[in-house]
């Protein structure tokens, strides 16, 4: 499979290069890659992976065209990858622009995990797309994470708001749980290693059973301890009105043009 990779130096770009490359999804030198500036030199370490200076000889040494650039860079681009499997990891770009491309396509939605090959990243395929180009699809986004296919592309905008939001919503929760430690004067190390407990540690409980998150809520209510009273506040004060509106707003933002 020879893969070019549009936006190769970016943050997803990047992890993407590095997990197809590290996987043997892809050969370094059936890789050929392409970033708004000039070639830094070897790809990600490797010697054997092409630099294309233009979006045209890309598309000529590739089968699979992955676009890796900001929403707003994509008109510029002017893709034209006929009889190619194109796969955007854009978002905000729906399926009736990606076609002028004139390829086979997928939007894709991976998230910042894709760094650490933990990214969660839904896609859709527009009715063209084969059964040998979703394995292909499969494949290259397994290589950072794991995947799903989804039937509606609607719902790709949801996983925008959500998977695509990576770290986004804990660390705004970090935030406030550090600002609170901080003004009660704990010592900084102290009031990192505290919020981290409860971020990273204890959320880790819930992996594999978020479904549970209810249960877990409705069990320290009813314990009605000092945890249920900031469970209260929190509600009281409107934070799951607050989350839920910024989840629409974020909703909202990946659909422009409606």
């Known amino acids: 499979m020879r893969v070019g990779l549009i936006g190769a130096m970016g943050w997803i770009g990047a992890s993407l290069g590095a997990g197809m490359l ?18 830094p030199g070897a790809y990600l370490g490797n010697e ?19 676009v890796s650039v900001r929403p707003q860079d994509w008109p510029a681009l002017h893709l034209r990858a006929p009889g190619r499997l194109v796969i ?10 990606l076609a002028a491309s004139g390829g086979r396509v997928v939007r894709a939605m991976p998230n910042a995990l894709a760094e650490q090959r933990r990214s969660y990243s839904p896609w859709f395929a ?12 499969t494949r290259i986004l397994d290589s950072i994470g794991r995947s799903d296919e989804l039937q509606d592309e609607d719902h790709l905008d949801v ?13 705004l929760v970090a935030a406030a749980m550090l600002d609170f430690a901080r003004a009660r004067g704990l010592p900084e190390p102290i009031a990192r290693r505290a919020v981290e407990a409860v971020i990273c540690d204890g959320a880790a409980l819930l992996q594999g059973r978020i ?30 009105t607050a989350l839920r509106a910024g989840l629409d707003a974020a909703l909202r ?3 422009p043009t409606d």
Do not use: Q
């Open 22 to 39: 590290d996987s043997g999804v892809v050969a370094a030198a059936d890789l050929t890659v392409l970033t708004r500036r000039d070639p």
């Open 48 to 66: 054997a992976v092409h630099w294309a200076r233009s979006v045209e000889e890309l598309v000529e040494r590739s089968d699979v065209v992955i």
């Open 88 to 97: 955007s990891v854009m978002a905000m770009v729906p399926m009736r622009e």
């Open 126 to 137: 527009a009715p063209d797309v084969i059964a040998t180009d979703k394995a292909a699809v």
């Open 159 to 171: 996983m925008t708001v959500l998977p695509g939001s990576g770290p986004a919503y804990p660390a």
């Open 211 to 240: 479904e549970t998150a209810p249960e877990v809520i409705a069990a320290f209510r009813d314990y009605a301890g000092v945890t249920a009273a900031g469970l209260n506040g929190a509600d009281d004060a409107g934070l799951s």
């Open 253 to 255: 933002a990946c659909r």
